[in-house]
């Protein structure tokens, strides 16, 4: 089974500054697809990036970016010119088609944005 | 298009009572997910559904937890009896078909057991 870890439980920053976020998954698989979901108070997960291991590019969408290093098993991402409606938690997640495209989560890190 | 539909948005229950939830997944989407959110945790996976049928009740403890998919749109989880430990969010989602893509998530139920 694949395991996702966050380590930061929480992350502050100030508006319009930049924030990265780490996350680190175990897999044996070689092809898989790693996510960046943004959970508001509302609950709705709501999908910021995804990036799939055989593209060597690095994903970006807007103000969000990812540094997905393959050997390192290490997927984080990183929020430019923060803005206050940033605020969320964000959760980093795997899946593959061996296990049949279920997602697999990880714990979850709190960002707030100070104004 | 309509988003995943859930209800009801918010349930209090004592413990040893009963419970059910009812997600509506967007139209064509053939396969739906159920998934409980502990507070401080990621979501975890409790069942996957192909159309009607059953893909992964793995994760599903069966003795107090029941979900089914009828006709393949609907699906409705239960809990009977609740204990205290099944306080969570209930997430439902649903794809176009088994992918990586097009997942969307409903807003979920926040079960709160006293």
């Known amino acids: 089974a694949q395991t996702v870890t966050q380590s930061q439980p929480e992350m502050s920053v100030q508006e319009a500054e930049t924030v990265t976020l780490s996350c680190t998954y175990d897999t044996s698989e070689n092809n898989y697809y790693l996510f960046w979901y943004k959970q508001p108070p509302s609950r709705q997960m709501i999908l910021v990036i995804r990036?799939?291991?055989?593209?060597?590019q690095n994903a970006t969408e807007n103000r969000f970016s990812v540094n997905f290093q393959k050997a390192a098993k290490s997927f984080s991402l990183k929020i430019s010119d923060s803005q206050l409606g940033d605020t969320a938690m964000y959760f980093c997640?795997?899946?593959?088609?061996?296990?049949?495209?279920?997602?697999?989560f990880g714990a979850g890190t709190t960002v707030t944005v100070r104004a | 298009e309509a988003g995943v539909a859930q209800s009801p948005r918010y349930k209090i229950i004592e413990k040893r009572q009963s419970v059910a939830f009812w997600c509506n997944p967007i139209?064509?989407?053939?396969?739906l997910y159920w998934y409980q959110q502990i507070l401080g945790q990621g979501p975890k996976l409790l069942i996957q559904?192909?159309?009607?049928?059953?893909?992964?009740d793995s994760q599903l403890p069966k003795d107090r937890f029941s979900a089914e998919r009828l006709k393949g749109v609907d699906s409705t989880l239960k809990i009977q009896p609740a204990k205290l430990e099944d306080s969570a969010v209930y997430l439902c989602?649903?794809?176009?078909?088994?992918?990586?893509?097009?997942?969307?998530f409903g807003s979920g139920t926040r079960l709160t057991v006293v």
């Open positions: 990036q799939e291991a055989y593209k060597q």
């Open positions: 559904f192909q159309n009607n049928g059953v893909v992964d």
């Open positions: 989602a649903s794809s176009l078909d088994r992918t990586p893509y097009g997942y969307t």
């Open positions: 997640a795997f899946t593959s088609r061996d296990n049949d495209y279920k997602l697999s």
């Open positions: 139209s064509g989407h053939a396969t």
